[in-house]
């Protein structure tokens, strides 16, 4: 994953969520887990380049028992991972557009929670 320096407006937390993402002008969905989890965004590793700035469909499974989270989201950035050699991988972060206040509560609990016990 990218060590580059931190420029979020929100905390980010390392929490595996399990997450399904499909650009809105394709049929195809990507299936991941979270690298961390913020309330603007979540960053993942995904097969392929999405394409920064493209418009996502989100569904993430917090695995707290929960209803899934469904938002609309955008690419923020794309870095190619030099890390598997065998395939191609791509560090993405994916900024949340539309999530719903009841979901930020949730997630921002998760986050509290992680950073409490670093």
Do not use: H
Not at 8 to 15: C, E, L, N, Q, V
């Amino acid at each position: 994953m990218w060590s580059g320096i931190n420029r979020r407006k929100f905390p980010r937390a390392s929490y595996p969520c399990v997450l399904s993402v499909k650009r809105k002008d394709q049929q195809d969905t990507l299936s991941t887990q979270t690298e961390n989890i913020g309330l603007g965004g979540i960053c993942v590793i995904l097969p392929r380049d999405l394409g920064i700035f493209a418009p996502v469909e989100i569904r993430l499974d917090l695995l707290d028992g929960q209803p899934v989270i469904e938002c609309d989201g955008t690419v923020a950035w794309v870095i190619a991972s030099k890390e598997d050699k065998k395939s191609e991988s791509f560090d993405t972060g994916l900024e949340f557009t539309n999530l719903k206040r009841k979901d930020a509560i949730r997630i921002n609990s998760i986050i509290e929670k992680i950073i409490d016990t670093q």
